[in-house]
């Protein structure tokens, strides 16, 4: 447990003792009872971004049905358990058991008797490795002509409970609704939450320009563009090209699949320019029709173009490696499942903040100076506000500053080394050369009659990461 953590800890019980019997109890024992679990990460974004594809491409199976099913406009809870097993919590209280049915193109929960309007979210448990670090949320499709489907996203992620600590957000392109459904999370009253914990990814990406061979490369110009607009780093830590689909084949691909893809890589180049070419019967391919047909639907067309190319290679890995899916992957882990600990402790301050306001009971003064106590001495949360303030632009600096100080507090990894722009493997002598420099750059800011009181503020918190860096190497050296 993190210091962090234990000083939130005794703050909520309090919180709890004060707010027994009425009516922000049940949200505070949320609350409580999440602070143990894994990070919880929405995955959002319009209808047919390709959600339920990216995150069965995360967990590493068919988890998250791809179809049009009823079930695609329920919020679904995949978290990690001893075995497969799911329940429907109803809207009018409790939940009951429902059943798995284990299909080509998810597992699929069968409501039986129950209606969608009876289900107010499906949680499913798996024994997933990928779920031990962070629970998934799968959600409905904003854009979708179902109204209700649309509102059980807003209602999750702009409800003040802190139910979800981060967001993964779809996009296709950059729509309007998109800014605006960004807009709405991070500003949502009790849930003021920061670009620091959502991430864009700009999805589908193998389908650009009909897929054609460079779609990947130019979906990474795509998101240069949007993670170098102001606007968009205001709402998001960073955006990421990924395709779900390449991912999800990666895990997929049984032996035949493979064999099969063997055979064709001699074909013509004519074979591949376009879908209908690729599956129409033809004696001289090795492959037959029916085969190249389920190829396809596996990879789409880039995925054939790009596995065709590859030659002597573990076509698995070379797939997921193209996909995206690896840059995403480290970005959860180090943006979000290692700042776990912060982005709860926000969750709760955020919540008490509220809770208080709402319901001013005689204790409540208390509690407001105890949460502002927590939130000036903890130095987690201070680097996140300065991140905010850097990506939000109320910071200012030159550009390769702004960088400098966005990396040194955790913006691109918690690690030592990271932080000090240095190798995963950097030696004690270079993490501490690193670290004078770095020490001797933000005194020199902090004294600088040029700095405004903002880069001198975040010149502070630069000093204070310096020395926990320095206090967490000497104690590694003891």
Known sequence: MSELAARIRP???????????RPAYDRLRVLADHLDEPLRVAIAGRVKAGKSTLLNALVGRPIAATDAGECTRIVTWYAHGPSPRAWAHLRAGGRTPVP???????????LGTLTLDDVAQVRVELPAPWLERMTLIDTPGLG???????ARTTDLLSTPTGEVDAVIYLMRHLHLSDKDFLEVFHRTPFTDTTPVNAIGVLSRADEIGGGRPDAMDLAE???????????????????????????????????????????????????????ARFVRPDS??????????????????????????LSN?????????????????????????????????????RVLDGVTAADPVPAAHRIREAAERIRVNAHELAEIQVLTQVRTGEITGSAGRLAT??????????????RLDLPPDATPESVAVALAEQRALWAKVSRSPLSDHGMINAAGVALRTCAGIASTAAGRVS
């Not at 798995?100 to 069968?110: M, N, Q, R, S």
């Open 144 to 150: 979708s002509l179902t109204p209700d489907a649309e």
């Open 11 to 21: 703050l909520l019980a309090d919180a709890l003792d004060v707010y027994s019997g």
């Open 405 to 418: 100080l966005e990396r040194l507090l955790g913006g691109s990894g918690t690690s030592a080394p990271t």
């Open 284 to 309: 001289r391919i090795p492959v037959p029709a029916a085969v190249r047909r389920r190829l396809l639907g596996t990879l789409g067309l880039h995925g054939l173009r790009h596995v065709l190319t």
């Open 313 to 349: 290679v573990d076509l698995r890995a070379a797939l997921t490696e193209h996909s995206g899916l690896p840059a995403l992957s480290r970005l959860l882990l180090t943006q979000f499942a290692d700042r776990r600990d912060t982005f709860k402790a926000e969750s709760v301050l």
């Open 100 to 110: 798995l049915k284990d299909a080509a193109t998810g597992l699929g929960v069968e």
């Open 221 to 275: 110009r795509a998101a240069t563009i949007y993670r170098s607009d102001v606007r968009v780093r205001g709402l998001v830590h960073t955006v990421v090209p990924v395709s779900g689909l390449l991912a999800s084949a990666a895990a997929m691909l049984s032996t035949e699949d493979i064999a099969a893809l063997r055979a064709l890589a001699g074909s013509p180049a004519s074979l591949l320019l376009s879908a």
